[in-house]
Each structure stands twice: as C-alpha cells, then as structure tokens.
C-alpha cells in the first residue's frame, strides 16, 4: 500500500468538536505555547505539525489536562474543559496516546488495553461482593469491548505476550488499543509512528483510517512523517516557536515559503 495513494473516507461536516482560543503555555520563562486559536470539527483528521520544540506536545497537554493552558479557553462540544483534571476530561471522551510508548511492561498486551478501560470500572469492593451479577456484567462489557478492540487492530496473536517483547511497531499499536477501548468520540495521537519502517507506518496508517472509520472518530494527528501528514490529514494547523504559523490544506500548508523557512530554520541551526 502507498501512502499517497491512502484516501480518508470519513468526511469532516461542520459541527466543532475542539476549539482552542487564544491559548497559552508558560514553563517559567518559556512561552512554550502562544496565543494558539484552533478548530477541529466532527469526523476531522486534523495535522498538528512544527519543527521539534515547536509547541505541539505542549498544545496536546493542555487540551488534555496534563498541563493546562494559562491563558485562553479550550472548548470540547461547547463546554469548557480548560479546568478540568485529565481523568475528568477522559470523561468527556478524548483519549491520547503518547509520543514516547507508555505502556505497562511487566504486563501482557491484554492486561495493558484493559487498563484503558478504567473509566468504566467500578473500584468498589463492597458493591462487587453485593452484586456479584452487576460486576460480572460489567466485567462481560469490558471484555466485549477490547475483544472488538483487538480484532479490529489485529493484536490476537499477541495478546497474552509481555508487552515489553513485542516490537516497537506494535507496542505503537497495543497503545492505540488502550486509547480505543475507552470508547473515545475525539483521538489525540501523539507522534504514533516515530521510530517506525516504512512497513510498519503503513499498517498504522491503515490502523488508524479502520479505526476512525469503524468508530467514527475525530483526530488530532502530531506526525513529522510528511508524507504520513498529506495522505491522511484533512487539514494542518503548523506550530514554530509556540505560535500558529499557518493552516491549511496539507499540501498548501506544507510548501507554504513561512512553513519551509521555519523548517529550514530549525536544520540550519542543529547544522551551525
Ligand atoms: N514540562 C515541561 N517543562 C519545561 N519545559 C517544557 C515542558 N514541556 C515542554 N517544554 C518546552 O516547551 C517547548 C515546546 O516543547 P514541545 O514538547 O511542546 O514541542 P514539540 O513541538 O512537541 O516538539 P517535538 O516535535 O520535539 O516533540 C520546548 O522548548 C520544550 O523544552
């Protein structure tokens, strides 16, 4: 399969899913996001793309809960989310995957994609021994849920390895798995191919097209893989030095003369 010739099939109609308005990030005197106003609408594959330190991990932490933004509103179906703690905005229906693999080693694949299914686990020792048939349940919807999940990332003959053995391409995918099963209406994928052959970004690519399309996604896509970027993203909003530089149509977007200077920039600079 080429990558060029890879077509997303869900198209994006106007209802908002993500507004990020005028946002901000400080880490003591690091404006590491600035002013960042951006939209992401249902059924959307939108591309987050810069150079390195450009401000995106920064910009998915703080629609995430992980380090809140210090200015600006971030909107998720109209309300306000900018406030809330990570586990409550996991509530909302917005899962993420991680930029560096951050799985569970020491654990099986299975018992890693079911630990994306705590949202919907009970702790309650007491109502567990009280209903023992609510708890089975519930345990019974739980695994439907990542068997489906399993299947449709074709991880069967994995499941019951450590995931620490399985190779980088598939522990990428085992985090995906873990993302999914929490049954998420909006998906962040934080550089979900890095350190993969071309093989295996290919797979991914169709892995995450089958996934959105079966589940009816919306996605917020951080990849430096240009070519990853233009086959599968709707559109592109482009970081440099924590600030919005350009969005647009990926391939305008990409040969845009601020966004190749910006680029070169960065490898002039790493040169000198
Ligand atoms: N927790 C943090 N504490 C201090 N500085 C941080 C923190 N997180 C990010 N930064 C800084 O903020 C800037 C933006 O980093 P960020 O990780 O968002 O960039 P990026 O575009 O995701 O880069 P890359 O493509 O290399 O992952 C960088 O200068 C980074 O060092």
Same mark, same amino acid.
């Given at each position: 399969?080429?990558l060029t010739s890879t077509l997303t099939s869900t198209a994006p109609n106007n209802e908002? #899913?993500?507004?990020?308005?005028?946002?901000?990030r400080w880490f003591g005197g690091l404006h590491a996001v600035k002013h960042v106003t951006?939209?992401?609408? =249902?059924?959307?594959?939108?591309?987050?793309?810069?150079?390195?330190?450009?401000? =995106?991990?920064?910009?998915? +932490?703080?629609?995430?809960?992980?380090?809140?933004?210090?200015?600006?509103?971030?909107?998720?179906?109209?309300?306000? *989310?900018?406030?809330?703690?990570?586990? &409550?905005?996991?509530?909302?229906?917005?899962?993420?995957?991680?930029?560096?693999?951050?799985?569970? =080693?020491?654990?099986? #694949?299975? $018992? +890693?994609?079911?630990?994306?299914?705590?949202?919907?686990?009970?702790?309650?020792?007491?109502?567990?021994?009280?209903?023992?048939?609510?708890?089975?349940?519930?345990?019974?919807?739980?695994?439907?849920?990542?068997?489906?999940? *399993?299947?449709?990332?074709?991880? &069967?003959?994995?499941? $019951?390895?450590?995931?620490? #053995?399985?190779?980088?391409?598939?522990? @990428?995918?085992?985090?995906?798995?873990?993302?999914?099963?929490?049954?998420?209406?909006f998906l962040i994928l934080d550089e979900p191919m890095a350190g993969m052959n071309q093989?295996? @970004? &290919?797979?991914?690519?169709?892995?995450?097209?089958?996934? =959105?399309?079966?589940?009816?996604?919306?996605?917020?896509?951080?990849?430096?893989?240009?070519? !990853?970027?233009?086959?599968?993203?709707?559109?592109?909003? !482009?970081?440099?030095?924590?600030?919005?530089?350009? &969005?647009?149509?990926?391939?305008?977007?990409?040969?845009?003369?601020?966004? #190749?200077?910006?680029?070169?920039?960065?490898? $002039?600079?790493?040169?000198?």
């Open positions: 399969m080429s908002v #899913v993500l507004a990020c308005h005028n946002i901000s951006m939209e992401i609408r =249902k059924g959307e594959t939108l591309g987050l793309v810069g150079p390195n330190g450009s401000g =995106k991990t920064t910009t998915v +932490n703080a629609i995430t809960g992980f380090f809140p933004p210090q200015e600006g509103e971030i909107l998720y179906m109209g309300r306000p *989310i900018q406030k809330m703690r990570p586990h &409550e905005i996991a509530q909302q229906g917005i899962a993420r995957t991680f930029q560096n693999v951050a799985l569970f =080693k020491g654990m099986s #694949v299975l $018992d +890693n994609i079911l630990l994306g299914r705590h949202n919907f686990m009970k702790p309650s020792v007491l109502r567990a021994m009280l209903y023992w048939w609510s708890a089975q349940k519930e345990e019974v919807s739980n695994r439907y849920k990542v068997e489906e999940i *399993i299947d449709l990332l074709q991880l &069967e003959d994995v499941r $019951d390895e450590m995931v620490d #053995v399985v190779p980088l391409g598939t522990q @990428k995918r085992v985090e995906l798995a873990r993302a999914l099963v929490a049954e998420p209406q093989e295996e @970004k &290919e797979y991914m690519v169709r892995f995450i097209l089958d996934a =959105k399309e079966a589940l009816g996604l919306t996605i917020l896509l951080i990849e430096h893989h240009m070519d !990853v970027v233009t086959a599968i993203c709707d559109r592109l909003v !482009v970081l440099n030095n924590g600030e919005k530089i350009k &969005e647009g149509q990926p391939l305008e977007a990409i040969s845009d003369p601020t966004v #190749v200077a910006a680029y070169i920039g960065r490898v $002039d600079n790493a040169a000198a």
